[in-house]
């Protein structure tokens, strides 16, 4: 099946259990749900839940660092650079030396275009030619603006989903792995789990020749996003950070003026940071890659849209 498949699958499902008139609009771009006269609009994972302002804060990967740090929200750091060719106005080539200066304390820095998703457009650099090769990238490819960051060696990534003051759902992810057999070497591992076409972001030094133990786990990728290959796992209220992770995900929603959203953020030496704030709320492969996913996905989303018909 495929992902965004699995979305649609669920919003038709809900529909017709509430009595929901759909119909397809924009060659299927827009989904208008209509209910005792009140009329709402589905685009992709995007619910009529959020102002346009909410929406193009969380979508803007440096306008959601400035606000959470202006309200004292742990928030990874995020230096921005513009394109000379479409922001003429605000480039300065003390924006990139800010940059690349990231480099005297952190051995890696990641670039990334401030409006991206899904793990696309983010790259890990370890020298200044790196970070000026991928900047020169994507202002090629049209990006008005690209944020550095530190790069940070993140135990797990957590996502919380939250809608209007209450937090739905936690999870945390776990990055790309393979498990040795003791016979296989960790590049054949890799085909073996994620396919011969895996999109996996790998690990530099890993050494796809070497046949790891019997049952020894061997992180290949340092991205996170289950898109490409990371591991959803369940927690609850036990979980140690699962406090901390929630009030931080109450007080990110609210510093920038949220409805609905996810908020992901990293545990890295004992410390919480948010990573970014996502307005388009997709569940596709936490639905297919998690037990009983399917179904959690699918209370979410039908509390959402209760909430768009009941504003």
């Not at 992709?44 to 193009?56: E, G, P, T, V």
């Not at 202002?139 to 060696?153: I, M, Q, R, W």
Request: charge should be neutral; aromatic fraction near 10%; glycine fraction near 4%.
């Amino acid at each position: 099946m495929e992902s965004d498949t699995v979305f649609y699958k669920i919003i038709d499902e809900l529909c017709k259990e509430k009595n929901i008139k759909q119909e397809m609009l924009s060659f299927d771009w827009i989904r208008q749900l209509e209910k005792n006269g009140k009329i709402r609009n589905l685009i992709k994972y995007q619910f009529d839940l959020n102002s346009a302002n909410s929406f193009r804060i969380a979508g803007d990967k440096y306008a959601t660092y400035a606000l959470l740090k202006k309200n004292n929200i742990p928030v990874i750091e995020h230096r921005m650079i513009f394109n000379p060719e479409t922001r003429e106005k605000y480039y300065d080539n003390k924006l990139i030396n800010n940059a690349i200066n990231l480099l005297e304390t952190n051995k890696k820095v990641i670039i990334k275009a401030n409006q991206s998703s899904k793990g696309q457009a983010v790259f890990l650099c370890e020298s200044r030619e790196e970070i000026m090769q991928m900047v020169e990238k994507m202002f090629n490819e049209g990006k008005d603006s690209v944020s550095a960051c530190p790069y940070l060696d993140i135990d797990y990534e957590y996502r919380a989903v939250y809608l209007d003051g209450e937090i739905l759902y936690i999870y945390k992810k776990q990055k790309p792995f393979v498990t040795g057999d003791g016979k296989n070497n960790i590049g054949t591992l890799i085909a073996q789990k994620y396919g011969e076409k895996a999109e996996l972001e790998l690990i530099r030094e890993l050494d796809l020749g070497n046949i790891p133990k019997l049952n020894e786990n061997i992180v290949v990728s340092w991205k996170h996003n289950l898109c490409h290959g990371a591991t959803p796992i369940i927690i609850d209220e036990n979980d140690l950070y699962y406090s901390k992770v929630k009030q931080i995900a109450l007080d990110s929603a609210k510093a920038i003026d949220i409805n609905f959203a996810t908020i992901d953020i990293a545990l890295t030496n004992n410390s919480l940071y948010v990573v970014e704030i996502n307005a388009s709320v997709c569940m596709d492969k936490f639905a297919e890659n998690t037990p009983n996913g399917y179904e959690i996905a699918k209370r979410i989303y039908e509390k959402a849209i209760d909430k768009m018909f009941n504003y």
